[in-house]
């Protein structure tokens, strides 16, 4: 009976143990972040306001935004370049699958990066002071290192036709 209740006690404790750890995915989610914090990105829970297909109304979006700030503003910057995995009637295209709110060239690395992640993105945004992802983290460390290498190209991006 002894033997019993020890036993009892064990799988009631381990039992609690378990429950209190997190799942796999959000596991993997923290470890993805660590990476990002470790590749010099800024990681940050929040949410965009994503305009429609005719640019009349905004849908918020909660989201995670990878972030890389600049060290000094860039004054020949716009206020906001936004660029989109789907088509807005005033935006350019610029990637296959990609559009801009300006008018502006990316390197053919750029180019292919956006097309092979660009399922992974919700939005790109470049300010004059940094370079944001928005994301849904369903990728790996290895898509990580790919949008990682698309925000600083996009950092050297110093100024965009008007």
């Known amino acids: ?3 019993l209740i020890v036993i009892f006690i064990t799988l009631s404790l381990m039992g609690s ?5 997190p799942p796999k995915k959000e ?3 923290m470890a993805l972040r660590m990476h990002a914090r470790k590749l010099g990105l800024t990681v940050q829970l929040t949410s965009i306001d994503l305009p429609d297909k ?3 109304s905004i849908n918020r979006q909660k989201t995670v935004a990878y972030s890389f700030y600049r060290l000094k503003p860039v004054a ?4 906001q370049l936004l660029l989109l995995p789907f088509e807005v009637w005033k935006y350019h295209a610029l990637a296959d699958g990609w559009w801009s709110s300006k008018f502006f060239e990316l390197n053919e ?5 956006l097309e092979g992640y660009g399922h992974l993105l919700t939005a790109v945004r470049i300010t004059p002071e940094y370079v944001t992802l928005y994301w849904n983290e369903a990728g790996d460390e290895e898509a990580l ?3 990682t290498k698309l925000i600083f ?3 050297e991006l110093k100024s965009v036709a008007v």
């Open 76 to 79: 020949t910057l716009p206020p």
């Open 27 to 29: 596991r993997q989610r």
């Open 109 to 113: 690395v750029s180019k292919k990066t």
């Open 153 to 155: 190209s996009l950092v």
């Open 1 to 3: 009976m002894t033997a």
């Open 145 to 147: 290192e790919a949008l």
């Open 17 to 21: 143990a378990l429950w209190i750890m």
């Open 54 to 56: 005719w640019d009349k």
